[in-house]
T-cell receptor, first 112, second 111 residues
Framework: DSGVTQTPKHLITATGQRVTLRCSPRSGDLSVYWYQQSLDQGLQFLIQYYNGEERAKGNILERFSAQQFPDLHSELNLSSLELGDSALYFC???????????FGSGTRLTVV | QKEVEQDPGPLSVPEGAIVSLNCTYSNSAFQYFMWYRQYSRKGPELLMY????GNKEDGRFTAQVDKSSKYISLFIRDSQPSDSATYLCAMSRGSNYKLTFGKGTLLTVNP
């Protein structure tokens, strides 16, 4: 167990629907990062939150949004889902003091 | 040009071989360099973490960073079948900045 918890592990939904992915970072970690991993694109950075504030944005679609709550857990909201959104979505956290980034086990999203 | 380039392989070696994995990068602002191991459809697991140039050793694993050449390496000694996985290099500008990943190298160690 890495200490980063992601739920749900698997999600199957239809095109046009909206889903919410949840991430609880390691205890004490202030930064949360969301990544998308598809077979052809590798790990792509979506968005980062640091202590509740948005810190950086990557190639995140306008249909996607995220937030970090006061207890530091984060949610990634994906709406108007398309077949191409099927991927593994990973959350990572870091304490920001020169340590590495710890990843959760991911949420596998399948859009049908 | 991609910020981080990594040969996707696949790489197949016999058990006990020395494995060399490499990445090049273009952004001179990168200061922190990492190697992750990812088993099929699992979360990436941090193997090595280095700051700036130099070498770092941990058991059978050695990470090297050459910032002047923008080149990083991971060496695995006495490779084992359990080392079979995808190895991802990653780097960031700072300890609270996003990680930029290579595409990963698929390694198979044959018994």
């Amino acid at each position: 167990d890495s200490g980063v918890t992601q739920t749900p592990k698997h999600l199957i939904t239809a095109t046009g629907q909206r889903v919410t992915l949840r991430c609880s970072p390691r205890s004490g970690d202030l930064s949360v990062y969301w990544y998308q991993q598809s077979l052809d694109q590798g790990l792509q950075f979506l968005i980062q939150y640091y202590n509740g504030e948005e810190r950086a944005k990557g190639n995140i679609l306008e249909r996607f949004s995220a937030q970090q709550f006061p207890d530091l857990h984060s949610e990634l909201n994906l709406s108007s889902l398309e077949l191409g959104d099927s991927a593994l979505y990973f959350c990572a956290s870091s304490v920001g003091l020169g340590e590495g980034y710890t990843f959760g086990s991911g949420t596998r999203l399948t859009v049908v | 040009q991609k910020e981080v380039e990594q040969d996707p392989g696949p790489l197949s070696v016999p058990e006990g071989a020395i494995v060399s994995l490499n990445c090049t990068y273009s952004n001179s602002a990168f200061q922190y360099f990492m190697w992750y191991r990812q088993y099929s459809r699992k979360g990436p697991e941090l193997l090595m973490y280095t700051y700036s140039s130099g070498n770092k050793e941990d058991g059978r694993f050695t990470a090297q960073v050459d910032k002047s050449s923008k080149y990083i390496s991971l060496f695995i000694r006495d490779s084992q079948p359990s080392d079979s996985a995808t190895y991802l290099c990653a780097m960031s500008r700072g300890s609270n900045y996003k990680l930029t990943f290579g595409k990963g190298t698929l390694l198979t160690v044959n018994p």
